[in-house]
């Protein structure tokens, strides 16, 4: 059973920077597929970014440029660097496994992932 949980999150201010984590346990997670979501209130979770495999990284036009995921397969643990934070990036943060293994690009549709964390709250103050 894949287990997955962030951290991370917190208040900042606009044009500051935050660093989430995701710790994969139980997992194939130098064969899969990891995204970043996220839920704002009343608002469909909607995707943030992936980075697949062998490194390809997909990124959410309203991310492009100030967002980065990253991958440490030696600690089961991606990443996801939040900089220029605007009050619109105001979110819970999830991140989320490739229900399939080798996928090439990452997914971007949420039905393609069936591990999920738990999320961090990510508040950006104007």
């Known amino acids: 059973q894949v287990q997955l949980v962030e951290s991370g999150g917190g208040l900042v201010q606009a044009g500051d920077s935050l660093r989430l984590s995701c710790a994969a346990s139980?997992?194939?997670?130098?064969?899969?597929?990891m995204g970043w979501f996220r839920q704002a209130p009343g608002k469909q979770r909607e995707f943030v970014a992936a980075i697949g495999f062998s490194g390809r990284t997909l990124y959410a036009e309203s991310v492009k440029g100030r967002f980065t995921i990253s991958r440490d397969k030696a600690k089961n643990t991606v990443y996801l660097q939040l900089n220029s934070l605007k009050p619109e990036d105001t979110a819970i943060y999830y991140c989320a496994q490739d229900r399939s293994v080798y996928s090439n690009p990452p997914p971007l549709e949420l039905g393609e992932y069936d591990s999920w964390g738990q999320g961090t709250q990510v508040t950006v103050s104007s």
């Open positions: 139980g997992s194939t997670f130098s064969r899969n597929a």
